[in-house]
Each structure stands twice: as C-alpha cells, then as structure tokens.
C-alpha cells in the first residue's frame, strides 16, 4: 500500500516540475530498500502478535481445565471432610460404650476380688476355729490345712474306724462330735466326705468287695453320724469314694499305707454371689 503510494508521489513530482524535484535513482532505491523494511516490520509485529494470540488461547484453555481440577478437589475434599466428621462422631460413640463396658468390668472385677477376699477370710477363720476344736486329735492322726481356698480336715481311719471296718468307734465319734459343733456354726459352708484306702486289696469281708465299697462305706458312715446324730444339715452334705486312687504317699510301708486310709472333710465356703457375677 505504501509502495502505491510512493509512486503515486513521484508521478505527481514528475508531471509537477514547478512543486516537485525529480528524484536521483540512488535516492529512489533508497525509499524502496525503507519501504521493504517497513513492510518486513509489519509482517514480523502481525505473525508475533498472531504467536501472542495463540499462547493466550493455550493459558485460557489451560486455566479452565486448571479450574475444573480444582473444582473436583473442592468436591472430593468436601466428601472426604463429611467421611472423616463421621468416622469421627461414630469412633467418639464407640469410645464411649468401651469405657462404659470397661468400667462395668473394673466394676465387676473388683466385686469378685472382694468375694474372693472374703471367702480367704472366712476359710482362715474356719482353719483356727476346727484347729482350736480338734486340738486334743491331732496326736492321733488329725490334721487341718487349705488348699486350693478349701479347709482339709483329715483324720486317719485308725481315728475312725476298728481294721476293715465301716463301724465309727468311740474316739471317732468324740472327734466328729467336735467337728460338728464348729460346723453346724458355719451354715454357709458346704462338707463334702470323701473316703481312700491303700492298695491292699480286701480280703474276708463279707459284703464289701474292694477298696471303692470301703471308702465309699466309711464316707456314708461318716455323713450319716453327722447329719442323724449331730444334726448337721443333709443339704450341705456330700458323700464320695475315692478308693486307692488319690493316696499321699505311696503303699510301699505300712506308714505309708496307713496316711493313705483316711476320711478327709472337704469344708468350701458357698460361692452363689461370686456365680451369680460369673454369670453375668
């Protein structure tokens, strides 16, 4: 367009002498060489800005798809913040039903402890009353001890019994007589008899067989002088044979053989309460 017009200019300074002055073909060439700068300057800005446009247009584009990433990162952040105050109020809820439950277990636990300690007490008070009472037996194979939180009171059937009989005589029954008195003070206690014998095996005597008919003869002899004739309550009474099979020692000598034939009284102190917790 400029070229045009360039020649437009000389043409008129051409045909114009008086107002124009005709121009040298150096000066002439000189103009064209500027106007070809001028017009390589335009289209050099035209194709930079053109460049300018584009990039514009990419950053627009990548701006939108940077939005629409952080608009899903709002939304999953959002979701994951309602997740977490829920996860946050259920844990809460639960924390408090454990330390409720937990609680309701010190709580129990130490019920039974003080069940328990008072069991040890009453099975210590028992010891010394029945050691007390049976003092003047111990000479003669009596003896009293725990174990296992239960009262052993042993006696020996040479104490009880005349050899291989089920008959209580006479110092037996001055020894139980005196096991009763304690006992029948004691109604929260429960008895159980229990009979052994040694390993020798019975001979010659009549209707008891072996040694489970001797020990459990002597244990029901004993429990019926307890509770017929010193009126111990039935209830609390149990009656067990045990034969030759839980002896102290073994039978190899004849004092070894006579600590095994015993009737031992098993005295426990009654545990509903402590059931009664256990259960729930």
């Avoid at 584009?61 to 109020?89: P, V």
């Avoid at 010891?127 to 037996?137: D, R, V």
Wanted: aromatic residues 4%; proline residues 2%; charged residues 30%.
């Amino acid at each position: 367009m400029k070229r045009i017009s360039l020649f437009l200019l000389v043409a008129l300074c051409i045909s114009s002498i008086s107002s124009c002055v005709i121009l040298s073909p150096k000066k002439y060439k000189a103009l064209l060489a500027k106007q070809d700068s001028l017009n390589m300057g335009w289209n050099d800005s035209q194709s930079k800005n053109e460049s300018l446009e584009q990039r514009i247009n990419r950053l627009r584009k990548d701006t939108a798809a940077l939005n629409g990433q952080l608009a899903e990162l709002r939304g999953q952040y959002n979701e994951m913040d309602a997740n977490y105050s829920k996860l946050r109020s259920n844990s809460s809820s639960e924390i408090n039903k454990l330390s409720g439950d937990l609680k309701k277990r010190e709580q129990r636990l130490k019920e039974v402890e003080e069940i328990l300690r008072k069991r040890d007490e009453a099975t210590n008070q028992l010891k010394a009353k029945l050691q007390e009472a049976l003092l003047g037996f111990t000479k003669n194979g009596l003896t009293v001890e725990i174990k296992n939180g239960k009262v052993y009171v042993s006696l020996t059937d040479k104490l009880l019994f005349p050899s291989g009989s089920i008959i209580i005589d006479e110092k037996g029954k001055q020894a139980l007589t005196q096991l009763a008195a304690v006992l029948k003070q004691q109604p929260e206690i429960n008895i159980a008899v229990e009979g052994h014998t040694d390993s020798q095996k019975i001979t010659n005597l009549g209707q008891i067989k072996d040694n489970w008919d001797l020990s459990v003869l002597r244990s029901t002899s004993v429990v019926r002088f307890l509770t017929e004739e010193q009126k111990v309550e039935s209830v609390r009474m149990t009656a067990t044979g045990k034969g030759e099979f839980q002896p102290l020692g073994p039978n190899t000598t004849a004092e070894s053989r006579s600590k095994n034939r015993r009737i031992e009284i098993v005295l426990s102190p009654k545990l509903d309460e402590l059931y009664d917790l256990i259960k729930q």
